[in-house]
């Protein structure tokens, strides 16, 4: 149990694209989705925390305009990175925490690799 | 300080081997804990997950937590290629937002 399912697991795209990640709880409603990123042989550094009806909250430093976060339901949430440049490159992850059970623990996504050429 | 400090090794053992990895922590109000084994290119999986001081084992791993030093461990018994990996350690005073350690590189030699 509690899969959470990420889409596309690699991208490669040229400067300016905008590219969009989807992360699905499989088998779960999920309240609280979380988005990573991860630099190489770095822990996650975590982007924003995204609740299912509201609005994301951005951690410090992270552009809420340039990193889009969508929570439309209980079991999707979607990352967008507006016009992406390579310094954007990197892995990111999603992660949903299950919803009714109060202090679960977060399950991760396989990633998606962006490359921004 | 860094909330969470995690030697990133790489750690490198013999196949067999009991395995230890460690964590420390400063905020006194952590009580959630987890481990997460992370292959690369992949995302972390969830492999212990405790709540305030004590011992868990699950099959080959146990987790042992102990607040009053901010300190946590996962140890691997009988360590096999297959552990090699990153692992990651997480804790949380509410247990819902969770800090992450920078992860240990484990290899297993066969």
């Known amino acids: 149990g509690a899969v959470v399912s990420q889409h596309p697991s690699r991208v490669i795209c040229k400067s300016g694209t905008s590219v969009k990640i989807e992360c699905r709880s499989l088998?779960?409603?999920?309240?609280?989705m979380f988005w990573y990123r991860q630099f190489p042989k770095q822990s996650l550094m975590l982007m924003a925390t995204?609740?299912?009806?509201?609005?994301?909250?951005?951690e410090q430093g992270v552009e809420k305009d340039k990193f889009l976060i969508n929570h439309a339901s209980l079991t999707l949430s979607t990352l967008t990175v507006t016009s992406a440049h390579p310094e954007d490159s990197s892995f990111y992850i999603c992660?949903?925490?299950?919803?009714?059970?109060?202090?679960?623990?977060?399950?991760f996504g396989d990633g998606t690799r962006l490359s921004i050429l | 300080q860094k909330e969470v400090e995690q030697d990133p090794g790489p750690l490198s053992v013999p196949e067999g081997a009991i395995v230890s990895l460690n964590c420390t922590y400063s905020?006194?109000?952590?009580?959630?804990f987890m481990w997460y084994r992370q292959y690369s290119r992949k995302g972390p999986e969830l492999l212990m997950y405790?709540?305030?001081?004590g011992n868990k084992e699950d099959g080959r791993f146990t987790a042992q937590v102990d607040k009053s030093s901010k300190y946590i461990s996962l140890f691997i018994r009988d360590s096999q290629p297959s552990d090699s990996a990153t692992y990651l350690c997480?804790?949380?005073?509410?247990?819902?937002?969770?800090?992450f350690g920078p992860g240990t590189r484990l290899s297993v030699l066969p």
């Open positions: 088998d779960f409603q999920a309240t609280t």
């Open positions: 905020n006194s109000a952590f009580q959630y």
């Open positions: 997480a804790m949380s005073a509410s247990g819902q937002n969770f800090v």
């Open positions: 405790t709540y305030s001081s």
């Open positions: 995204s609740n299912e009806g509201s609005k994301a909250t951005y």
């Open positions: 992660s949903a925490s299950q919803l009714g059970f109060s202090n679960q623990p977060q399950h």
